[in-house]
């Protein structure tokens, strides 16, 4: 089995086989190249499961590095094509196939009859490729490439209906945005490597030379600090934090399935990805880490009151995501590496579920629109109980995955609080007030669609077998991946053993940390080693914190909350929605706050006026007329100062001066000949004379001359 | 062929499209399309003896000269005839032969008014002799009067072949680029002087720079810069380029975009560098500020444009800002990144100027308002063709417009020759603003792609018949798509290539 880690990369290979395949040949195969993308999914699953399998069970691991030089760089240095696999490659390889398979199964009967049907499992599987590309990736360029083509399939396939212009634009806006964080991840990795430079490397792109170097303190703080804040820009942008979140809840635009997989489940984590692959750089710099905590919260509460005043059920979903990316992005930089990672790879499941089941009630009432559904429970039972465990799952409602990830996410955050840092009670705090707006919208959402009359204009329908068995399956992730790191996990393996390496190991502190080291050191030591008793972190203020927490155990107090939580959202929600379509949305009647709800905070319209009316119709107006006029203006100068010159040379200097000057040595010739020639008169009496009178001036000029 | 004896592949390579030229004018006018696939002919025959003076070129040893020819010629004034080729020659040799039988081969099929094959295929072989010539010239005074032949056929194709402003355009294109050689010829008899080593051979110099004071390099290189700059073109010299482009006929442009502007990259590299390093420290950092604002400026001039090829012809300007980007690092990986994005332009904004051309045909408009929208409704193959040559050209990895301007950026943050003391800072916002544009490049070329190519046909167009695209068009165009592929997920082709050259370059420049 230890084999099969260094076949990790026939698991992205598969994907751009069936990409090129089914673009080739799909519209031949009696499933328009659907079953090809199913087969080769299928199998890239299988294999995932069999890496996760293995590096799970003998976790941690030592991360496998398998490496092609692909290209000389100039300068000694190369590019190469290869795979890293450790925990958290297997973690995302699990994730991304298992989500893609069943996008790609549900696929086969909700894109039914859509024109471009091959086209999009092509994109799909093309996708799906990308998102590996960018997993497995050993080195950042590689990464950059594989972050950079996801960001081309979302675009092609948020804007898979063109011809519509609101999904032209939305396609756009989400390639822009993105490209924009872009800059960030492309400087912040130029960054990061030319601090490798000085090391004697020939790969200064490798992740784990990257990752080391930082740990050894080899990398200087500035590069550390610029390039991770840099990168971080980018993972603002992709991973849908504020303010850069705008293009996500427009890429809704997009086919459901593809917000499932890519807007949901696995692009948008992207960001997050990257910063757990660079945590041993990132955990180098106390600032970083406050930062990344502190946008985190922002957008995991900003983002999470966005979703209360949506009727669109997708557009609810989305800034759901946002909210959730939140919670893994401040997760980063409160010391929850685990915590991060372990929701990112719940929320996969539950939002997928969540994104899949809302395409299966749009299929049903061929409507976004929460107004137009209704009283769907009866109609709809296998999609209704599906999205309800979603939901749940979603709210962090006990005992299912949400509810052990996102508790992880509040401890580390009270153990970030304990050790001095105050991002960690803003994490633990604003993140329960968020919880309880999570809550609050997923009720309403589930009362809107589910509870009351039918409103639809079409006879609601179950979806077939190859929608709602994706959904199922889905549903028993959503519970079931829960219980990789819950209290009633085994000390090894768990989710955070998994997540383990050499660098992030059990003995890995934050290095900022370590100033009251003395004192704590033993406190730290037994404190997280013997078996997850958090407790003697917590009291150790100014000690070191570990990077790995160890096993949760059950936190009564936060429990309570978070039942108290459930029972006041619930409630609310019921009264007001639990008969149908209030006259009035309660969460419209705010005052100034729906106001700044509706209106997005004003950030797309702040974007749109400051950012894109200038660029595109100001600046780039004044870029054409200025080398219209000006640089070629001076240009047109030389060329018309040169024709003057020369047109005054030609009449004044050849004309007049020279030509002049031959026509007035033949003219003076005659003026002067007509003069001279009286002289020639053959008087004798006048030549002498004349020679007498020179004969005179020249006696008189010896004269003067003496 | 032995790489080390066969001189002579290359010499018969360099001057058979001159030869072909003089057997077209011997055809009778009226054969026209015998005078068609005779210059298919000629540049196929071309083209293959290239690819075999490839497969024989030794990979192995890159940075040396091979297929040398080095015989006296002009022995009054010590100029050589040296023609030869290496790591760096190659890829633009290769391009330069590639080129000429597509357009050869799209030219069976479409010439614009007023027609006469014999004439402009016959410019467009002479014009492949000069090219071709820059590019495997070692001896200054040869490389000039390959730099000075290019000009002439040009001029023409413009002036003759070209659009509504053809006159003003081919003039000032003619002038322009003159204008800056004359500078660049000062400057090689002042190093010829300063020198006073009799020779010409870039090699023979190179080895024996720097000469002069610091103050002689930098007027030096001044002089060289003008004309290098211009024929870029670099910010703020670029204004004959529109104009050039815009009334110039489709094979003009993908010659002029695809080839010409790599002139000046290529003579910055060759000559400019190893022969005055100092007078290029000093003036790189200007370069590389001139080259970072010809990046944002050029992209945002493409957002203002209302015809599409005007809008491809700016967008080079933004493209050879990251090229010269690349030499300002005046490091290793600088150089190779300048050469690859020299060649991934030459392909792909070839490639686009082709696809303008075409679309004119089909239109008779380039305005992207009256076009309107709905190409991929309307010509399916066409509209993807079209995307998948805009997101190659807005850098997208995997395509090869990615590795140049990635590798400029990641090799324009350590700037070489120490560089690096004096300029970090300056470095470090140049890349910034570098990847900014990138995002300025994405944003007009899916604005591009949105007006014209996606929605609904306008109802001006909706039941016109326009053709898809063509088989002529197929079979001259396949080449370049594939090869957009290639480098992009094969850079070794040409990073591989360039890679011992340019370590022998940064060698002469190292000192």
Not at chain 1, 672 to 695: H, M, N, P, T
Request: hydrophobic share 55%; with cysteine.
């Amino acid at each position: 089995m230890e084999a099969l880690l260094d076949y990790a990369w026939v698991v992205v290979a598969l994907p751009l086989l069936s990409a090129a395949l089914i673009a080739m040949f799909g519209k031949q195969l009696p499933g328009g190249g659907s079953e090809l993308g199913v087969a080769s999914l299928g199998l890239a699953f299988l294999a995932s499961a069999g890496i996760a399998w293995e590096t799970f069970v003998n976790s941690p691991i030592e991360p496998v590095e398998r490496a092609l030089e692909w290209s000389p760089l100039g300068g000694g240095f190369v590019f190469e094509l290869g795979i890293l696999v450790d925990g958290l490659t297997a973690v995302m390889l699990l994730l991304v196939t298992t989500v893609s398979l069943m996008v790609h199964i549900y696929s086969r009967e909700y894109m039914r009859g859509e024109p471009r049907f091959t086209y999009f499992f092509s994109m799909l599987s093309l996708f799906t490729f990308s998102m590996l590309v960018l997993v497995v990736a050993n080195n950042l360029l590689l990464a950059v490439i594989g972050w950079e083509l996801v960001g081309l399939c979302s675009f092609l396939l948020i804007g898979f209906y063109w011809e519509k212009k609101p999904n032209q634009d939305a396609a756009n806006k989400a390639f822009l945005t993105t490209k924009f964080g872009d800059v960030g991840l492309i400087v912040g990795v130029i960054v990061l490597s030319a601090g490798m430079f000085e090391l004697d490397t020939s790969t200064p792109f490798n992740i784990l030379e990257i990752n080391g170097a930082a740990a050894a303190g080899d990398l200087a703080t500035g590069t550390i600090v610029l390039g991770m804040l840099l990168i971080f820009l980018g993972c603002v942008s992709k991973s849908g934090q504020m303010p850069l979140h705008v293009w996500l809840p427009d890429a809704m635009a997009g086919p459901t399935p593809v917000s499932a997989l890519i807007h949901a489940a696995t692009m948008v984590t992207a960001g997050v990805f990257l910063l757990a692959r660079l945590y041993p750089v990132m955990a180098q710099s106390q600032a970083v880490m406050a930062v990344i905590a502190v946008v985190g919260v922002i957008t995991l509460f900003f983002g999470g009151l966005l979703a209360l005043v949506q009727d669109d059920l997708k557009k609810v979903l989305a800034y759901s995501t946002i909210s959730q990316l939140g919670y893994m992005i401040a997760a980063l930089g409160v010391g929850g590496y685990t915590a991060s990672m372990f929701h990112l790879f719940t929320h996969g499941f539950f939002k997928a579920l969540l994104f899949l089941g809302a395409g299966s009630l749009i299929h049903a009432v061929h409507s976004n629109n929460m107004s137009d559904m209704g009283g769907m429970a009866r109609a709809m039972p296998h999609t209704f109980w599906t999205f309800i465990v979603g939901s749940l799952a979603l709210a962090g409602f006990p005992l299912t995955a949400g509810f052990f990830s996102k508790d992880e996410i509040l401890i580390a955050g009270d153990i970030w609080a304990g050790a001095g840092f105050a991002t960690g009670a803003l994490v633990y705090w604003i993140g329960l007030a968020a919880a309880f707006v999570t809550t609050f919208y997923m009720a309403r959402v589930c009362f809107l669609v589910f509870a009351g009359e039918n409103r639809s204009h079409h006879p609601p329908h179950e979806s077939g077998k190859q929608m709602v068995g994706p959904l199922m399956l889905l549903a028993v992730l959503s519970i079931a991946s829960g219980y990789l790191l819950s209290p009633f996990s085994p000390d090894q393996p768990n989710f955070e053993t998994w997540m383990a390496t050499p660098i992030l190991d059990e003995d890995a502190t934050f290095p900022f940390t370590e100033d009251g080291a003395t004192e704590a050191t033993g406190v730290q030591g037994d404190g997280v080693q013997a078996g997850g008793e958090v407790v003697a972190v917590e009291g150790a203020e100014g000690g070191p914190v570990s990077v790995l927490h160890g096993v949760p155990s059950w936190h009564p107090d936060l429990l309570a909350i978070v039942l108290g939580i459930f029972a006041v959202a619930i409630f609310l929600a019921y009264r007001f929605y639990g008969r149908g379509v209030p006259e009035r949305d309660p969460t419209l009647r705010m005052g100034p706050v729906s106001t700044a709800l509706v209106n997005k905070y004003g950030f797309d319209a702040f974007g749109y006026r400051f950012i894109v009316v200038p660029v595109r119709d100001t600046l780039s107006r004044w870029a054409t007329y200025s080398s219209n006029h000006w640089l070629d203006g001076i240009v047109g100068g030389v060329g018309r100062a040169t024709m003057s010159v020369a047109q005054s040379t030609y009449r004044v200097l050849d004309q007049r001066v020279i030509d002049g000057g031959v026509n007035g040595a033949a003219f003076s010739a005659a003026w002067w000949s007509e003069r001279l020639k009286r002289i020639q008169s053959g008087d004798v009496q006048r030549y002498a004379g004349a020679l007498v009178a020179g004969v005179i001036v020249l006696i008189l000029a010896f004269i003067a001359v003496r | 062929m032995d790489p080390n004896t066969a001189g002579w592949a290359l010499v018969v390579a360099l001057f058979l499209p001159l030869v072909g030229a003089g057997l077209l004018a011997l055809m009778p006018a009226s054969m026209d399309r015998q005078i068609r696939l005779a210059a298919v002919g000629i540049t196929a025959v071309a083209f293959a003896l290239v690819v075999a003076i490839t497969a024989s070129f030794d990979f192995g040893r890159t940075g040396e000269l091979q297929f040398v020819t080095d015989v006296g010629w002009i022995t009054a004034i010590d100029a050589r005839f040296i023609v030869a080729i290496d790591g760096i020659s190659m890829p633009l040799f290769f391009l330069t032969y590639l080129l000429p039988l597509l357009c050869a081969i799209y030219t069976t099929k479409n010439l614009p008014a007023p027609g006469k094959p014999k004439a402009f295929l016959g410019l467009m072989l002479m014009l492949q002799t000069g090219m071709a010539g820059t590019f495997v010239a070692f001896d200054l005074i040869l490389f000039f009067i390959f730099w000075e032949l290019v000009l002439v056929p040009m001029f023409f194709m413009i002036g003759m072949w070209g659009g509504p402003r053809r006159d003003y355009a081919s003039v000032k294109f003619f002038l322009y680029t003159l204008f800056g050689s004359v500078f660049m010829l000062i400057a090689f008899l002042a190093i010829y002087f300063q020198a006073g080593a009799e020779t010409w051979s870039i090699q023979e110099l190179s080895a024996m720079a720097p000469f002069g004071s610091s103050t002689f390099q930098t007027w030096a290189f001044l002089g060289m810069f003008l004309g290098f700059a211009i024929k870029v073109p670099m910010w703020p010299f670029h204004t004959w380029l529109p104009d050039a482009h815009t009334e110039a006929p489709t094979i003009g442009s993908v010659l002029l975009a695809g080839v010409l502007l790599k002139m000046g990259t290529y003579g910055f590299v060759r000559i400019a560098l190893p022969l005055l390093p100092e007078g290029a420290l000093r003036f790189a950092p200007i370069i590389g500020v001139l080259a970072v604002i010809g990046i944002i400026y050029g992209s945002l001039c493409c957002l203002a444009q209302t015809d599409v090829k005007r809008l491809i012809a700016f967008s080079s300007v933004g493209h050879m800002g990251f090229v010269m980007l690349g030499i300002a690092a005046m490091n290793e990986a600088g150089i190779q990144a300048a050469l690859f994005g020299n060649i991934a332009h030459g392909v792909i904004t070839g490639m686009l100027f082709f696809l303008a051309g075409s679309l004119h045909d089909r239109y008779h408009t380039r305005e992207i308002a009256v076009i309107g929208g709905g190409m991929l409704k309307k010509i399916p193959k066409y509209g993807v063709m079209l995307t998948y040559v805009a997101i190659a050209s807005l850098g997208l990895p995997g395509l090869a417009g990615f590795w140049g301007e990635f590798t400029a950026m990641w090799a324009a943050i350590n700037p070489g020759l120490g560089l690096a003391d004096d300029f970090q800072g300056l470095y470090l916002v140049l890349v910034v603003f570098a990847a900014i544009g990138t995002v300025l490049t994405a944003a007009y070329f899916l604005w591009l792609l949105q007006r014209i190519n996606l929605g609904e046909p306008p109802a001006q167009w909706a039941d016109e018949p326009l053709d898809d695209v063509k088989t002529i068009e197929w079979v001259s165009w396949t080449p370049l798509l594939l090869l957009v592929l290639a480098l992009g997920i094969f850079p070794v082709l040409v990073f591989g290539v360039q890679d011992g050259a340019v370590s022998v370059l940064m060698g002469y420049l190292a000192g």
